[in-house]
């Protein structure tokens, strides 16, 4: 069985930063690319970006390249992300699972609890 465990979150201002980290146990983690989600208030869950299993790759939604800055601990079972210069519009629960690298398709059914991020204007 799976868990995954989002922290990290919080209430900043715009153009503030924040780090969000996954914790993951239950499955052989560093096996699987995994990839941060977010689902703003009213909106359909979106992809945020990816990792692979290495860390050797990644890949950024448009609306956060240049900003966000995702990585990977295989030794702690942790993946992270750095988010810079926030926008209003990056207000979101934040959530990571495992996923097929080339399509972001999640792999695990369960999610965790997600990180919550409200950016002021």
């Known amino acids: 069985q799976v868990q995954l465990v989002e922290s990290g979150g919080g209430l900043v201002q715009a153009g503030g930063s924040l780090r969000l980290a996954c914790a993951a146990s239950?499955?052989?983690?560093?096996?699987?690319?995994m990839a941060w989600f977010r689902q703003a208030p009213g909106k359909e869950r979106e992809f945020v970006t990816v990792?692979?299993?290495?860390?050797?790759?990644?890949y950024y939604a448009e609306s956060v390249k240049g900003r966000f800055t995702i990585s990977r601990d295989n030794a702690k079972n942790t993946v992270y992300l750095q988010m810079n210069s926030l926008k209003p519009e990056d207000t979101a629960v934040y959530y990571c699972?495992?996923?097929?690298?080339?399509?972001?398709?999640?792999?695990?059914?369960?999610w965790g609890q997600g990180t919550q991020v409200a950016v002021s204007s």
């Open positions: 699972n495992a996923v097929r690298y080339s399509d972001h398709y999640p792999l695990f059914g369960s």
């Open positions: 239950g499955r052989t983690f560093s096996a699987y690319a």
């Open positions: 990792i692979s299993w290495s860390g050797g790759s990644t």
